[in-house]
């Protein structure tokens, strides 16, 4: 961190670049590897991947390091434990949380939201995870709960330099009081948005205690029961009046337009310094096993970069997509039948966030390093044979 | 001696029967004879029903603890059909006494209870049940009792009333144990935070258990295309609650003992070994639920329906409970627990309103509402209102198991009994109990008990179930 100045000041700062006209989106390298499972073998493999993209040695030491999950819903698809299909893998997890220790981290803080009347750790209790195991993979491992203000004394404000629709997010604290940020998120599709990577993910760390639709007018709810699907997905109503409200309020109400803006708006509000998408196993089909379609798969690889737009827009072609479909074309659009009249359509979020010049999704920009990207194009999940 | 000295001296022999008897009973349907073919056209294989009254069916029931068995006695056909069928019973149920077994008599709608019940007399059944819908079932058992005193019912819940005396509190309006599938992907779930619907009747065990007072309670549901794994979840989920499902086997399992098919054969020794398991641990009916909340159910209040899906949701939701009943609400009832739940005084006497005024206060919570709640959506904030970190035993990653919690008198040991309502096993169950308990024992039909490794944290016991595919018992010892 820069001398003299608090991460408030030096989130605004990055923010205030992009208040100029975008520049040309910054490019970084991406890693692909393959990996046959969450065994033995994976710090070698995630290891391997963290030197690709130039190490994380400068970027974690001595530092506060805080992970984003993705542990999406409280669900299970059959005999499948969540980390097999829509969760990141725990295994991962406490392998990142290990590397991340012996490249110098000095704290590590896991991130997601947790159920009503749940505690993170509770969550990842029920999803079959040993918490006490992932508490000793690094000398100092927190847990937070970040749909509530947890352990802060007031919610972050962070801002967005070139909004979409939020000039700036009330976040839980963990969100500012880290000096890094990691996306770990899972493979797959989204229902709505088509699919589900690192800047999506980002759409979880909104407190529902803000953006639930059960939030107060004024103030948070901190007893919250409801998600996200008036406030953010709709935009039926606005968060609370102690937040910041929407640059406009008479612009498209569509979710297909709404929410990959709204992620936009997140990684700039909060930015990613390291990006891991979870495909060793994971699924088709939708975000979780409550869309209809939803099935297991195993493509058996990990992609890792410090972009997340470059390492989505890999992502997305490792997928078999095109990482610069418009609106409407496959992947963007709704993948389960729309009812009649519905719109089907989904923004591109990578075109979105290349745009405000967060990173690029140009794959001919883009420095694929580990396992060349082939087939393109394709329109199956699992092209890496 | 003439009839009616006759009818009331076996009267009198069925009341002395039954006053060491219907409380250790270990009820089986047991259907047979032309009057169940007759009633059965069609569905059931006629041979064997027909000559199900044989001695080598009595056979079966060795090395198990069933010692009450349901005969087909009345169900309103021709004469000639029905003293067939009662000739036939009665030589059966002598045989069967012969064995120590009682046998009671089964009456359906159409049956004219009183020659039945006389009949059933001179046949010297123990004891009628009234089986199906019958309009005025608390008529007919007035009627009844008059010349046989034990009658049980196996019909419709409401039937259950204080006031009707039954010595055992039986009904038919029962689930199959299982889950319930509401969805086409692979099975059970519907939205991001949904669990699967849990069928399950031990919720109803113990609220029947609570208002007879603690007499039997007996569950008399037929399964639907049941497996092995659903004889044994059916008699798990009852026993659990304290009660016990009237062992039914099904046309196909009947069918399969009367060939000697291998595997009905290994099928009905499970039942067996599940039945004696239970018996072997009879003390366990008589610990005192570990609670969280305290439930006040009135069955015959106007919001008892409510209220029973209330008993069923909360349980869902896996907080642990004790059911008060309404007569018996006292403040030594109450003594202890955190919350406590009033819905089912609707309204409050005076005398309850002062009492829980009193109980209120100093942390802890009295929950009124004079209309209904969404049981649902109530059972999800009560479980908010109490805390998670404020119940006595909690369940992670068990998603399709439900739990019983239970102490002994002498407050050293904690049970915990655990009954998955999934086809396929849980893995990996972890059990936190609150406190500090030396250790902890595993205890399951299926295998000889086996100490489990325990951690204790921060006031908190954790046990590792490795796998768990319809029941087990967790003994912790202080």
């Given at each position: 961190m820069h001398k003299n100045m608090t991460r408030r000041e030096l989130l605004a700062v990055s923010g205030l670049s992009?208040?100029?006209?975008?520049?040309?989106?910054?490019?970084?390298?991406?890693?692909?590897?393959?990996?046959?499972?969450y065994g033995d073998g994976l710090a070698a493999v995630l290891g391997k991947q963290f030197d690709q993209i130039g190490g994380i040695g400068k970027l974690v030491g001595g530092k506060t390091v805080a992970i984003k999950l993705n542990l999406t819903g409280s669900s299970r698809l059959g005999t499948y434990t969540p980390g097999q299909t829509h969760w990141v893998h725990p295994n991962l997890v406490g392998t990142c949380c290990q590397l991340l220790a012996r490249a110098g981290a000095r704290r590590i803080r896991l991130l997601e939201g947790a159920g009503r009347g749940e505690s993170l750790e509770e969550k990842m209790l029920n999803g079959g995870w040993d918490v006490a195991a992932l508490r000793a993979a690094a000398p100092m491992v927190e847990f937070e709960d970040t749909n509530r203000l947890g352990g802060g004394k007031r919610y972050s404000r962070?801002?967005?330099?070139?909004?979409?629709?939020?000039?700036?997010?009330?976040?839980?604290?963990?969100?500012?009081?880290?000096?890094?940020?990691?996306?770990?998120?899972?493979?797959?599709?989204?229902?709505?948005?088509?699919?589900?990577?690192?800047?999506k993910n980002s759409f979880g760390i909104t407190p529902n205690s803000i953006y639930g639709d059960d939030a107060g007018v004024d103030e948070p709810n901190e007893n919250w029961r409801r998600g996200r699907e008036a406030v953010l997905h709709y935009g039926k109503r606005q968060p609370p009046k102690s937040a910041p409200q929407e640059v406009d309020f008479i612009a498209e109400r569509f979710e297909g337009h709404r929410v990959p803006r709204i992620c936009v708006d997140l990684i700039a509000a909060r930015p990613v310094d390291l990006a891991i998408v979870d495909g060793i196993e994971c699924s088709t089909g939708g975000e979780g096993p409550w869309v209809k379609g939803f099935q297991y798969a195993k493509p058996r690889v990990l992609i890792v970069g410090s972009n997340p737009v470059c390492t989505d827009a890999v992502a997305t072609a490792v997928m078999g997509y095109n990482s610069r479909a418009k609106r409407g074309e496959t992947p963007f659009h709704r993948i389960t039948a729309a009812k009649p009249g519905e719109l089907q359509w989904a923004e591109n979020p990578m075109l979105l966030a290349e745009a405000v010049g967060i990173g690029s999704a140009d794959l001919d920009r883009i420095d694929v390093r580990g396992v060349p990207l082939e087939n393109r194009g394709r329109s199956t999940l699992s092209p890496i044979k | 001696m003439g009839l009616g000295s006759r009818i009331a001296?076996?009267?009198?022999?069925?009341?002395?029967?039954?006053?060491?008897?219907?409380?250790?009973?270990?009820?089986?349907?047991?259907?047979?004879?032309?009057?169940?073919?007759?009633?059965?056209?069609?569905?059931?294989?006629?041979?064997?029903?027909?000559?199900?009254?044989?001695?080598?069916?009595?056979?079966?029931?060795?090395?198990?603890?069933?010692?009450?068995?349901?005969?087909?006695?009345?169900?309103?056909?021709?004469a000639a059909l029905e003293a067939e069928q009662r000739k036939l019973v009665t030589s059966y149920a002598r045989a069967a006494h012969g064995r120590g077994i009682a046998v009671l008599g089964l009456l359906y709608p159409g049956a004219d209870p009183g020659p039945a019940a006389a009949a059933a007399m001179e046949a010297g059944l123990d004891g009628l049940v009234l089986d199906g819908d019958f309009q005025d079932a608390a008529k007919i058992a007035r009627e009844l009792r008059k010349i046989c005193p034990l009658v049980i019912p196996l019909g419709r819940r409401d039937w259950l009333r204080p006031e009707a005396d039954w010595p055992v509190w039986g009904t038919r309006d029962a689930v199959t144990a299982g889950i319930r599938a509401v969805s086409d992907s692979n099975g059970v779930y519907a939205t991001p935070t949904s669990e699967p619907w849990i069928e399950s009747n031990t919720w109803l065990v113990r609220s029947l258990g609570a208002a007879g007072g603690g007499r039997p309670v007996w569950l008399g549901n037929l399964l639907e295309n049941p497996s092995a794994d659903s004889y044994a979840r059916a008699i798990a989920d009852a026993a659990a609650g304290g009660g016990r499902w009237v062992v039914a086997p099904d046309d196909a399992l009947r069918a399969g003992l009367w060939r000697g098919q291998p595997e009905a054969l290994a099928?009905?020794?499970?039942?067996?070994?599940?039945?004696?398991?239970?018996?072997?641990?009879?003390?366990?009916?008589?610990?005192?639920?570990?609670?969280?909340?305290?439930?006040?159910?009135?069955?015959?209040?106007?919001?008892?329906?409510?209220?029973?899906?209330?008993?069923?949701?909360?349980?869902?939701?896996?907080?642990?409970?004790?059911?008060?009943?309404?007569?018996?609400?006292?403040?030594?009832?109450?003594?202890?627990?955190?919350?406590?739940?009033?819905?089912?005084?609707?309204?409050?006497?005076?005398?309850e309103r002062g009492l829980l005024a009193a109980f209120a206060g100093a942390g802890r919570m009295v929950v009124y509402k004079q209309d209904p709640l969404d049981p649902e959506a109530f059972s999800k904030d009560l479980r908010d209102l109490i805390g998670s970190a404020n119940l006595p035993v909690r369940l992670y990653d068990a998603a399709s198991v439900l739990m019983q919690t239970g102490a002994d008198p002498g407050g050293r040991r904690l049970l915990v009994q655990l009954v998955n309502y999934a086809t396929e096993p849980s893995e990996r169950i972890l059990v936190r109990a609150a406190g500090d308990y030396r250790g902890a024992r595993l205890c399951s039909p299926d295998a000889p008990p086996a100490d489990l490794k325990t951690t204790t944290s921060r006031g908190t016991t954790d046990v590792i179930l490795e796998k768990l595919a319809v029941y087990a018992a967790l003994v912790f010892e202080k």
């Open positions: 992009l208040a100029a006209p975008a520049p040309r989106a910054p490019a970084a390298p991406v890693s692909i590897a393959k990996c046959d499972g962070l801002k967005v330099a070139r909004p979409y629709v939020y000039p700036a997010f009330d976040l839980n604290h963990a969100y500012e009081d880290t000096d890094v940020f990691v996306s770990m998120s899972k493979l797959k599709h989204h229902e709505e948005c088509g699919i589900t990577l690192t800047i | 001296a076996m009267a009198l022999v069925c009341a002395t029967l039954d006053a060491g008897g219907s409380a250790g009973w270990v009820p089986a349907r047991w259907q047979g004879g032309p009057l169940e073919v007759r009633r059965r056209a069609g569905v059931a294989p006629s041979e064997i029903t027909r000559d199900w009254y044989n001695s080598r069916t009595l056979d079966w029931l060795e090395n198990t603890p069933i010692n009450c068995l349901l005969v087909t006695w009345s169900a309103g056909a021709e099928t009905w020794r499970r039942v067996g070994a599940w039945l004696n398991f239970y018996e072997q641990h009879a003390e366990w009916r008589a610990f005192a639920p570990v609670a969280a909340l305290g439930i006040i159910q009135d069955r015959a209040g106007k919001n008892s329906a409510v209220m029973d899906e209330n008993l069923n949701q909360i349980a869902r939701r896996r907080i642990p409970y004790r059911v008060i009943e309404r007569r018996e609400l006292t403040l030594a009832a109450i003594e202890g627990l955190p919350v406590v739940l009033a819905t089912g005084l609707a309204p409050p006497s005076e005398r």
